[in-house]
């Protein structure tokens, strides 16, 4: 599977964004998808994943109420819509799949991986 972030950019604090992670290869509709993010200098942090359904989703505490991970299994895409945007959300996003059908914050337990997309809030 291969998977292709796009939607970052640069946006004031407050502001919203929306990613979009398009897979291809095959159908990601078997698998838990997640959105990861790095800024600089600080190790990778989880911040939401979503069931094969979309029916469950679970989120990093400082982004709850304000991102919401979605997909679309008959387009193959995970979205993540960030709104009320802050400096400390700055980072790169990657969206990654799993094939076991459990959550997992970890990094190490997801089995692919997308390229990044930068997001930068100022203030």
Known sequence: VQLQASGGG???AGG?????CAASGRTISSDVMGWFRQA????R??????SRNGGTTLYVDSVKGRFTISRDNTKNTVALQMN???PEDTAVYFCAGRYRNWFSRSEYEYDYWGKGTQVTVSS
């Open 40 to 43: 600089p200098g600080k190790e």
């Open 16 to 20: 919203s964004l929306k990613l979009s």
């Open 84 to 86: 009320s945007l802050k």
């Open 45 to 50: 942090e989880f911040v939401a994943a979503i």
């Open 10 to 12: 640069l946006v004031q």
